[in-house]
């Protein structure tokens, strides 16, 4: 499984971002996708999910109604924008693919390399 993510990089707060994941080497229409994201210091948390057929989502609270996670399985890409960013949204984001197990655990996903988003004050 390999997983590119890209589109991270420095902001002001306030503005958007879209991340970007191109998936290979899984059956990407049926797998369930997730954006995680680690800050400094931090434990790494689930940011979002989104069930293989893009019906079903899940969103941390702490990104509620500022991010949206979508997909589109003809091009095996999953996005997720990113609106109304806050400093503390600061963190390496990286795009994962589930392998198996449950949905809500970051262990039972593939994560691919993350990418770096920079929220200045």
């Known amino acids: 499984v390999q997983l590119q993510a890209s589109g991270g990089g420095l902001v002001q707060a306030g503005g958007s971002l879209r991340l970007s994941c191109a998936a290979s080497?899984?059956?990407?229409?049926?797998?369930?996708m997730g954006w995680s994201r680690q800050a400094p210091g931090k434990e790494r948390e689930f940011v979002a999910r989104?069930?293989?057929?893009?019906?079903?989502?899940y969103y941390a609270d702490s990104v509620k109604g500022r991010f949206t996670i979508s997909r589109d399985n003809a091009k095996n890409t999953v996005y997720l924008q990113m609106n109304s960013l806050k400093p503390e949204d600061t963190a390496v984001y990286y795009c994962?693919?589930?392998?198996?197990?449950?949905?809500?655990?970051?262990?039972?996903?593939?994560w691919g390399q993350g990418t770096l988003v920079t929220v200045s004050s």
């Open positions: 989104i069930s293989w057929s893009g019906g079903s989502t």
């Open positions: 080497g899984l059956t990407f229409s049926s797998t369930a």
């Open positions: 994962g693919a589930r392998a198996g197990g449950s949905y809500s655990s970051l262990e039972y996903y593939n």
